[in-house]
Nanobody, 124 residues
Framework: QVQLVESGGGLVQDGGSLRLSCAASGRAFSSLVMGWFRQAPGQARDFVASITWIGHGTYYSDSVKGRFTISRENAKNTVYLQMNSLKPEDTAVYYC?????????????????WGQGTQVTVSS
């Protein structure tokens, strides 16, 4: 079992920044591919970013590329999502997810564990 706890969400103005954190426990963190997803009200959950086991590979959705940065500190069992130049359309609940599989770029249904989510609201 892997437990994931997100933090760092909140209310920010258009153009502002936030950094989300996700602390993992229960399994060797370096064995996990980590991802961030988000879900806006009334919409499906969408992929935001992911990072491979020791951080050599990072992937982003087109909507956040160039504005968001995913990183990880394996010594602290933590993955981060630095969000800059935030827009109102970034408003959503953000979820951290962990994959125990062999793929360096898992599909959404290949993530095994999910956090409870943290709300990010960007006001215009």
């Amino acid at each position: 079992q892997v437990q994931l706890v997100e933090s760092g969400g909140g209310l920010v103005q258009d153009g502002g920044s936030l950094r989300l954190s996700c602390a993992a426990s229960g399994r060797a963190f370096s064995s996990l591919v980590m991802g961030w997803f988000r879900q806006a009200p009334g919409q499906a959950r969408d992929f935001v970013a992911s990072i491979t086991w020791i951080g050599h590979g990072t992937y982003y959705s087109d909507s956040v590329k160039g504005r968001f940065t995913i990183s990880r500190e394996n010594a602290k069992n933590t993955v981060y999502l630095q969000m800059n130049s935030l827009k109102p359309e970034d408003t959503a609940v953000y979820y951290c997810a962990a994959s125990t599989g062999a793929s360096s770029r898992p599909r959404e249904n290949e993530y095994d564990y999910w956090g409870q989510g943290t709300q990010v609201t960007v006001s215009s």
